[in-house]
């Protein structure tokens, strides 16, 4: 699936909003500012000013995690969306939002507890996941990019 599409993501080392290529071999992202690596191979943090520009108008869908760092549930997803990012690079990129500086996202997503994980396609919505819900997401994965 490689048709010059562009992510928009905040580079964390010049903060700029830059456009990475996704049509590239694996772990050749790079800011198209700085030219410093982008890593899209993991989950990349965002902070909620940011959702609409990398998770709304992203051209390929989107697993957003909502989490916190006291959340013990929260910290049983990180290898199974670790793993998801790794094998969907290209195809599919997986956020991570921190809670505890999110409450306006969280508000307007009617997300209310953590951990959620919102499946976006298209700059919809189109399934999630409440608490730790391993299956689930894997499947939400699967039916988000066939
Ligand atoms: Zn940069």
């Not at 191979?41 to 709304?56: A, G, L, M, W, Y």
């Not at 290898?79 to 991570?96: H, M, N, S």
């Amino acid at each position: 699936m490689h048709s010059g599409k562009t992510l928009r993501l905040r580079c964390i080392f010049c903060l700029t909003l830059t456009s990475v290529k996704l049509e590239r071999k694996k772990g050749e992202g790079r800011c198209d500012h700085c030219s410093k690596p982008v890593l899209l191979d993991r989950p990349i943090k965002i902070v909620q000013d940011d959702f609409n520009e990398t998770v709304v108008n992203s051209e390929i869908p989107v697993l957003v995690d909502f989490y916190a760092d006291w959340c013990g549930p929260c910290k049983m997803v990180n290898p199974i969306i670790d793993d998801i990012a790794g094998r969907k690079e290209g195809e599919l990129v997986v956020i991570k939002i921190d809670a505890d500086t999110a409450h306006e996202l969280m508000e307007d997503m009617k997300v209310t507890s953590v951990p959620t994980l919102l499946l976006f396609k298209g700059g919809e919505e189109i399934s999630r996941s409440v608490g730790l819900e391993p299956e689930k997401i894997k499947e939400m994965v699967e039916h988000a990019i066939t």
